[in-house]
Protein backbone atom coordinates (compact mmCIF):
# COMPACT_ATOMS: atom_id res chain seq x y z
CA UNK A 1 0.00 0.00 0.00
CA UNK A 2 1.19 3.39 -1.02
CA UNK A 3 0.44 7.21 0.53
CA UNK A 4 1.62 10.05 -0.83
CA UNK A 5 2.13 12.21 2.63
CA UNK A 6 2.74 15.58 2.87
CA UNK A 7 4.48 17.18 5.92
CA UNK A 8 3.66 20.85 6.43
CA UNK A 9 5.49 23.34 8.40
CA UNK A 10 3.41 25.89 10.21
CA UNK A 11 4.67 29.05 11.77
CA UNK A 12 3.43 29.77 14.89
CA UNK A 13 4.52 33.23 16.88
CA UNK A 14 4.92 33.26 20.76
CA UNK A 15 5.19 35.62 23.44
CA UNK A 16 7.19 35.00 26.76
CA UNK A 17 6.21 37.19 30.09
CA UNK A 18 7.34 40.39 30.37
CA UNK A 19 11.15 40.34 31.15
CA UNK A 20 12.09 43.18 33.74
CA UNK A 21 15.99 44.07 33.21
CA UNK A 22 18.21 46.56 35.25
CA UNK A 23 17.48 50.28 33.61
CA UNK A 24 16.00 48.87 31.03
CA UNK A 25 11.87 49.27 30.25
CA UNK A 26 9.60 45.91 30.49
CA UNK A 27 10.58 43.89 27.09
CA UNK A 28 8.57 41.16 25.38
CA UNK A 29 11.07 38.51 23.88
CA UNK A 30 9.43 37.03 20.67
CA UNK A 31 10.19 33.49 20.43
CA UNK A 32 9.04 30.75 16.76
CA UNK A 33 8.47 27.65 17.38
CA UNK A 34 7.36 25.67 14.23
CA UNK A 35 4.63 23.07 15.03
CA UNK A 36 5.01 19.81 12.38
CA UNK A 37 1.48 18.46 10.59
CA UNK A 38 1.21 15.69 8.71
CA UNK A 39 -1.56 15.40 6.07
CA UNK A 40 -1.57 12.01 3.72
CA UNK A 41 -3.11 12.24 0.21
CA UNK A 42 -5.24 9.46 -0.60
CA UNK A 43 -6.61 8.33 -3.97
CA UNK A 44 -5.06 10.65 -6.53
CA UNK A 45 -6.28 10.60 -10.54
CA UNK A 46 -3.25 8.91 -12.24
CA UNK A 47 -2.24 10.71 -15.85
CA UNK A 48 0.11 8.79 -17.83
CA UNK A 49 2.03 10.92 -20.76
CA UNK A 50 5.17 9.86 -22.66
CA UNK A 51 7.07 11.58 -25.25
CA UNK A 52 7.58 9.33 -28.27
CA UNK A 53 10.76 10.10 -29.72
CA UNK A 54 10.08 9.10 -33.42
CA UNK A 55 7.55 11.34 -33.85
CA UNK A 56 9.27 13.90 -36.51
CA UNK A 57 9.82 10.04 -38.72
CA UNK A 58 6.10 9.47 -39.11
CA UNK A 59 5.07 13.45 -38.50
CA UNK A 60 4.45 14.22 -42.18
CA UNK A 61 2.77 10.74 -43.35
CA UNK A 62 -0.03 11.54 -40.23
CA UNK A 63 -0.82 14.68 -41.25
CA UNK A 64 -1.14 13.67 -44.86
CA UNK A 65 -3.52 10.87 -44.32
CA UNK A 66 -5.20 12.68 -41.88
CA UNK A 67 -5.53 15.63 -44.46
CA UNK A 68 -6.74 12.82 -46.48
CA UNK A 69 -9.44 11.58 -44.50
CA UNK A 70 -10.83 14.96 -43.65
CA UNK A 71 -11.10 15.81 -46.90
CA UNK A 72 -13.32 12.73 -48.32
CA UNK A 73 -15.58 12.97 -44.79
CA UNK A 74 -18.17 15.42 -45.69
CA UNK A 75 -19.50 18.90 -44.46
CA UNK A 76 -18.50 20.05 -41.17
CA UNK A 77 -20.99 18.37 -38.68
CA UNK A 78 -20.01 21.01 -35.67
CA UNK A 79 -20.26 24.49 -34.95
CA UNK A 80 -17.66 26.61 -36.29
CA UNK A 81 -16.17 27.35 -32.87
CA UNK A 82 -15.92 23.82 -32.43
CA UNK A 83 -12.48 21.33 -33.46
CA UNK A 84 -13.23 19.14 -36.22
CA UNK A 85 -13.27 15.63 -35.08
CA UNK A 86 -13.13 12.47 -36.46
CA UNK A 87 -15.61 10.27 -34.41
CA UNK A 88 -18.51 12.44 -35.92
CA UNK A 89 -17.62 12.73 -39.33
CA UNK A 90 -17.17 8.99 -39.79
CA UNK A 91 -13.07 9.07 -39.38
CA UNK A 92 -13.02 6.61 -36.85
CA UNK A 93 -10.72 3.79 -37.78
CA UNK A 94 -7.25 4.68 -37.76
CA UNK A 95 -6.20 1.85 -35.52
CA UNK A 96 -6.83 0.03 -38.87
CA UNK A 97 -5.40 2.38 -41.10
CA UNK A 98 -1.35 1.05 -42.12
CA UNK A 99 0.17 4.80 -41.68
CA UNK A 100 -1.07 4.83 -38.29
CA UNK A 101 0.08 1.42 -37.46
CA UNK A 102 3.64 2.74 -35.70
CA UNK A 103 1.14 4.88 -33.76
CA UNK A 104 -1.11 2.02 -32.95
CA UNK A 105 1.93 -0.44 -31.27
CA UNK A 106 2.63 2.97 -29.24
CA UNK A 107 -0.54 3.30 -27.95
CA UNK A 108 -0.61 -0.78 -27.26
CA UNK A 109 2.75 -1.04 -25.23
CA UNK A 110 2.58 2.45 -23.41
CA UNK A 111 -1.25 1.40 -22.30
CA UNK A 112 -0.09 -2.25 -20.94
CA UNK A 113 3.05 0.05 -18.89
CA UNK A 114 0.48 2.46 -17.48
CA UNK A 115 -2.30 -0.48 -16.49
CA UNK A 116 1.07 -2.40 -14.98
CA UNK A 117 1.49 1.14 -13.11
CA UNK A 118 -1.88 1.41 -11.80
CA UNK A 119 -1.69 -2.55 -10.46
CA UNK A 120 -3.63 -4.44 -12.86
CA UNK A 121 -3.12 -7.96 -13.21
CA UNK A 122 -2.21 -8.67 -16.87
CA UNK A 123 -3.04 -12.38 -17.50
CA UNK A 124 -6.37 -11.26 -16.40
CA UNK A 125 -7.29 -8.79 -19.16
CA UNK A 126 -7.65 -8.30 -23.09
CA UNK A 127 -6.85 -4.93 -24.56
CA UNK A 128 -9.56 -4.14 -27.72
CA UNK A 129 -8.63 -0.18 -29.57
CA UNK A 130 -12.59 0.42 -30.01
CA UNK A 131 -11.71 3.47 -32.28
CA UNK A 132 -9.55 6.54 -33.06
CA UNK A 133 -10.12 9.49 -34.79
CA UNK A 134 -8.25 12.56 -35.53
CA UNK A 135 -8.96 16.05 -34.26
CA UNK A 136 -8.22 19.82 -35.82
CA UNK A 137 -8.40 22.94 -33.91
CA UNK A 138 -8.24 26.16 -36.11
CA UNK A 139 -8.20 29.72 -33.84
CA UNK A 140 -11.03 29.94 -31.39
CA UNK A 141 -12.18 25.97 -32.15
CA UNK A 142 -12.60 23.83 -28.85
CA UNK A 143 -13.83 20.80 -27.74
CA UNK A 144 -16.52 20.95 -24.89
CA UNK A 145 -16.68 19.18 -21.78
CA UNK A 146 -17.34 15.61 -21.58
CA UNK A 147 -15.99 12.26 -20.99
CA UNK A 148 -15.49 8.89 -23.14
CA UNK A 149 -18.60 6.46 -21.70
CA UNK A 150 -18.18 3.89 -24.50
CA UNK A 151 -14.62 2.59 -23.08
CA UNK A 152 -12.34 2.36 -20.23
CA UNK A 153 -8.90 3.61 -20.75
CA UNK A 154 -8.57 6.98 -23.68
CA UNK A 155 -5.55 8.73 -24.95
CA UNK A 156 -4.54 11.49 -26.91
CA UNK A 157 -1.44 12.06 -29.21
CA UNK A 158 -0.19 15.22 -30.28
CA UNK A 159 0.37 15.92 -33.86
CA UNK A 160 1.30 18.89 -34.83
CA UNK A 161 1.12 22.12 -32.08
CA UNK A 162 1.43 25.73 -33.19
CA UNK A 163 4.98 27.05 -32.50
CA UNK A 164 4.36 29.60 -30.56
CA UNK A 165 1.01 31.16 -28.28
CA UNK A 166 -1.72 29.48 -26.59
CA UNK A 167 -2.67 26.45 -28.46
CA UNK A 168 -4.96 25.09 -26.25
CA UNK A 169 -4.90 22.62 -23.15
CA UNK A 170 -6.50 19.34 -22.15
CA UNK A 171 -8.46 20.16 -19.26
CA UNK A 172 -9.05 17.32 -16.71
CA UNK A 173 -11.74 18.45 -13.99
CA UNK A 174 -11.68 17.35 -10.13
CA UNK A 175 -15.31 16.58 -10.06
CA UNK A 176 -15.22 14.09 -6.94
CA UNK A 177 -13.87 17.57 -4.82
CA UNK A 178 -13.31 15.06 -1.55
CA UNK A 179 -11.69 17.94 -0.01
CA UNK A 180 -13.96 20.67 -0.18
CA UNK A 181 -16.55 20.50 2.73
CA UNK A 182 -18.84 23.23 1.46
CA UNK A 183 -20.21 22.65 -1.59
CA UNK A 184 -19.72 25.57 -3.62
CA UNK A 185 -17.16 27.37 -1.68
CA UNK A 186 -14.90 27.21 -4.80
CA UNK A 187 -17.18 29.29 -6.74
CA UNK A 188 -17.17 32.58 -8.40
CA UNK A 189 -19.90 33.90 -5.96
CA UNK A 190 -17.85 32.66 -2.82
CA UNK A 191 -13.74 32.11 -3.72
CA UNK A 192 -13.59 30.32 -0.45
CA UNK A 193 -9.79 29.22 -0.82
CA UNK A 194 -7.37 31.85 -0.38
CA UNK A 195 -4.80 29.47 -1.97
CA UNK A 196 -4.94 26.57 -4.37
CA UNK A 197 -3.19 23.77 -4.00
CA UNK A 198 -3.31 19.69 -4.52
CA UNK A 199 -5.56 19.27 -1.84
CA UNK A 200 -8.78 21.52 -3.93
CA UNK A 201 -7.52 21.96 -7.49
CA UNK A 202 -10.94 22.11 -9.49
CA UNK A 203 -8.67 21.36 -12.65
CA UNK A 204 -5.27 20.43 -14.15
CA UNK A 205 -3.96 21.58 -17.21
CA UNK A 206 -1.83 19.50 -20.00
CA UNK A 207 -0.49 21.51 -22.15
CA UNK A 208 0.11 20.27 -25.87
CA UNK A 209 3.42 19.38 -26.66
CA UNK A 210 4.76 17.71 -30.26
CA UNK A 211 4.60 14.22 -29.94
CA UNK A 212 3.50 13.36 -26.62
CA UNK A 213 1.27 10.48 -25.76
CA UNK A 214 -1.42 11.25 -22.99
CA UNK A 215 -3.45 8.20 -21.78
CA UNK A 216 -6.14 8.64 -18.79
CA UNK A 217 -9.08 7.09 -17.09
CA UNK A 218 -12.03 7.17 -20.21
CA UNK A 219 -14.41 7.91 -17.58
CA UNK A 220 -12.81 11.05 -16.59
CA UNK A 221 -14.29 14.45 -17.55
CA UNK A 222 -12.26 16.66 -19.48
CA UNK A 223 -12.28 19.45 -22.32
CA UNK A 224 -10.14 21.10 -24.52
CA UNK A 225 -9.36 24.59 -24.06
CA UNK A 226 -9.47 26.35 -27.48
CA UNK A 227 -6.49 27.08 -29.78
CA UNK A 228 -5.73 31.00 -29.53
CA UNK A 229 -2.93 30.48 -32.35
CA UNK A 230 -3.15 31.19 -36.17
CA UNK A 231 -2.24 27.77 -36.55
CA UNK A 232 -4.41 24.68 -36.47
CA UNK A 233 -3.31 21.82 -33.38
CA UNK A 234 -3.96 18.44 -34.98
CA UNK A 235 -4.11 15.18 -32.22
CA UNK A 236 -5.13 11.82 -32.46
CA UNK A 237 -7.66 10.19 -29.95
CA UNK A 238 -7.82 6.61 -28.76
CA UNK A 239 -10.54 4.46 -26.83
CA UNK A 240 -10.09 0.99 -25.67
CA UNK A 241 -12.11 -1.01 -23.92
CA UNK A 242 -11.02 -3.59 -20.96
CA UNK A 243 -12.38 -7.27 -21.01
CA UNK A 244 -11.50 -10.68 -19.43
CA UNK A 245 -9.47 -13.12 -20.77
CA UNK A 246 -10.60 -16.33 -21.81
CA UNK A 247 -9.22 -18.78 -20.03
CA UNK A 248 -10.09 -22.25 -20.58
CA UNK A 249 -12.15 -24.11 -17.65
CA UNK A 250 -12.05 -21.00 -15.79
CA UNK A 251 -15.08 -18.38 -15.29
CA UNK A 252 -15.24 -15.06 -16.28
CA UNK A 253 -14.24 -12.57 -13.10
CA UNK A 254 -16.60 -10.53 -11.41
CA UNK A 255 -17.00 -6.92 -12.64
CA UNK A 256 -14.89 -8.05 -15.85
CA UNK A 257 -16.40 -7.68 -19.20
CA UNK A 258 -16.58 -10.94 -20.64
CA UNK A 259 -14.70 -11.20 -23.80
CA UNK A 260 -15.89 -10.76 -27.23
CA UNK A 261 -15.43 -14.12 -27.83
CA UNK A 262 -18.33 -15.53 -26.19
CA UNK A 263 -20.46 -12.72 -27.55
CA UNK A 264 -23.51 -13.25 -30.01
CA UNK A 265 -25.26 -10.78 -32.08
CA UNK A 266 -29.07 -11.14 -32.57
CA UNK A 267 -30.33 -12.72 -35.51
CA UNK A 268 -33.76 -11.23 -35.27
CA UNK A 269 -34.28 -8.35 -36.26
CA UNK A 270 -37.80 -6.10 -35.98
CA UNK A 271 -39.17 -3.49 -38.67
Not at 244 to 260: D, I, K, N, V, W
Request: proline share 5%.
Amino acid sequence: MFCFALRLRWTELTLSPILIRQNQPPARIAQIKEIAMAIDAWFPLAIYYEDLPEHERYKAAHIERIRQLQAGSGEKRTAETSSWTGDVHKVDQLHNDPVFAWLTQQIERHALLYLKALGHDLDKIDLYIQRSWPVIAHKGQWVSRHAHHNANLSAVYYISIPKQGDAGQTRFFNDKKSNALSDGIDSNMTSGYREYNAFNYTHVDYFPIEGRLLLFPAKQPHDVVANQTDEERISISYDIIITARQHAGQATPEFLMPSPENWKKFDHHIT
